[in-house]
């Protein structure tokens, strides 16, 4: 199975800031990854896809980069409704397999 | 907009099975280019893939979980299914339906997502 290690765990910002969230790959996934928002309580929502394609209806500030084994989240400035777990994804082998989660607190 | 919701019994008890369906509005389950998904959380936990099914049968398991699940598609009523048999305490979690999109390139990912459905293991 492909691990997907994501750092940090846990990261407590202001709002405004900008955040960068790490995912690695235990192997060359080459773009084949996703990344979800999930607040409490919901159903996790797709914010990036093929590692840097923003989906349809989520806001600029999110942007995803990187190819390979790491990636990278980035929210260029930090709004009251980010605050929640973000999840990246990998689809590029069998069992498709989620990383840990970062939660996003407020600072 | 696609919408789907799961239903099933809340409450399982320690070594029998666990059903869940899913029911499928505003989109076809038989649409191209789509397999229909389970994913479950464990209570404070982060994401597991179960398997998902294509609407002509195809299915793919994760082996971790393979030999006591089993997802059937309903294309006449637009819903699909998962069971999963001897169940335990270890079982319990939110369990999600969702939407798995391939498209071209390294276009896939999981776009439509259901409530969510908690199933506890408890006798």
């Known amino acids: 199975d492909i691990q997907l290690t994501q750092s940090p765990s846990f990261l407590s910002a202001s709002v405004g800031d900008r955040v960068t969230i790490t995912c690695r790959a235990s192997q060359d996934i080459i773009s084949y990854l996703a990344w979800y928002q999930q607040q409490p309580g919901k159903a996790p929502k797709l914010l990036i896809h093929a590692a840097s394609t923003l989906q349809s209806g989520v806001p600029s500030r999110f942007s995803g980069s990187g190819s390979g084994t790491e990636f990278t989240l980035t929210i260029s400035s930090l709004q009251p409704e980010d605050f929640a777990t973000y999840y990246c994804?990998?689809?590029?082998?069998?069992?498709?397999?989620f990383g840990g989660g970062t939660k996003v607190e407020i600072k | 907009q696609v919408q789907l919701q799961e239903s099933g019994p809340g409450l399982v008890k320690p070594s029998q099975t666990l059903s869940l369906m899913c029911t499928i509005s505003?989109?076809?389950?038989?649409?191209?280019?789509?397999?229909w998904s389970w994913v479950r959380q464990h209570p404070g936990k982060g994401l597991e893939w179960i398997g998902h099914i294509y609407y002509s049968g195809n299915i793919y398991y994760n082996p971790s979980l393979k030999s006591r699940v089993t997802i059937s598609v309903d294309t006449s009523n637009n819903q699909f299914s998962l069971t999963m048999t001897s169940v335990t305490a270890a079982d319990t979690a939110v369990y999600y339906c969702a939407r798995y999109s391939y498209g071209s390139g390294n276009s896939f990912f999981f776009d439509y997502w259901g409530q969510g459905a908690l199933v506890t293991v408890s006798s």
């Open positions: 505003g989109g076809s389950i038989s649409s191209v280019g789509y397999y």
């Open positions: 994804q990998q689809l590029r082998n069998y069992p498709l397999t």
